[in-house]
């Protein structure tokens, strides 16, 4: 499985492109601003079909492409039924960003369940729920490569931001601490902004969230 880093959108918003040539497969986590633009080759390179797309959460930068990914591919869509809303009708988000954003929303075919167990490139995804960064922030995890995609609940150094419609730092903290800071200290997390990390390093140093409650 090959992992595509691919910063897009106004914010280089970090979309992630799983692939797997043998296969001819391939996985879309988030869907930033004219992301087809760079998932295209590569998919046309490596000889692979986008079957799904992931998205990690609703909020406007991470599936501002969702509807064009899925028009262009055809993947089957999957997110948490908390963003319900801010996916389907994300002209709900113009209020809080203060302009019309002009974003289509896209159907989603799958609500993900926490536990629920994906299978994408011959290879299992646990899903887990991780709510205070906005309500369906949910990341996928792929125990044998030891990788979570965590979208915007954990950065390098830091933690999404909790002041927008649905945020609460209480719930975040709590959500890191039992969804993301239990997996092995050796998991890589890619977040949905920024560099990667690795859950031990966060554990040991994140300025917001320590492992333990003193």
């Known amino acids: 499985m090959k992992i595509h880093v691919l910063p897009s959108g106004p914010i280089k918003t970090v979309g992630y492109l799983l692939t797997d040539p043998a296969r001819g497969e391939a996985v879309l986590i988030d869907a930033p601003g004219d992301i087809m633009a760079k998932v295209r080759p590569i998919l046309a390179k490596e000889g692979c ?6 998205l990690t959460h609703g ?20 997110a948490h039924r908390d963003d319900q809303a801010l996916i389907e009708t994300p002209e709900i988000m113009d209020g809080f960003m203060g302009q019309k954003m002009g974003i289509p929303g896209v159907k989603v075919d799958e609500w993900v369940q ?25 990341l996928f995890y792929q125990a044998g490569a030891h990788l979570a995609f965590v979208g915007d609940a954990l950065f390098n150094g830091g933690v999404g931001r909790w002041d927008l419609p649905g945020g609460n730092y209480d719930l975040l903290a709590k959500s890191i601490r039992e969804q993301i800071y239990t997996l092995p200290a050796e998991t890589i997390v890619f977040p949905g902004h920024g560099e990667r990390t690795t859950v031990g390093d966060e554990k040991e140093t994140n300025p917001y969230v320590a492992a333990v409650v003193s």
């Open 49 to 54: 079909q986008l079957k799904e797309l992931w």
């Open 59 to 78: 909020h406007w930068d991470h599936m501002q492409d969702a509807a064009a990914v899925k028009q262009e591919t055809k993947a089957i869509t999957r």
């Open 114 to 138: 926490p536990g629920q167990k994906l299978t994408a490139l011959g290879r299992e995804f646990e899903v887990r729920h991780v709510p205070g960064h906005c309500p369906g922030n949910v």
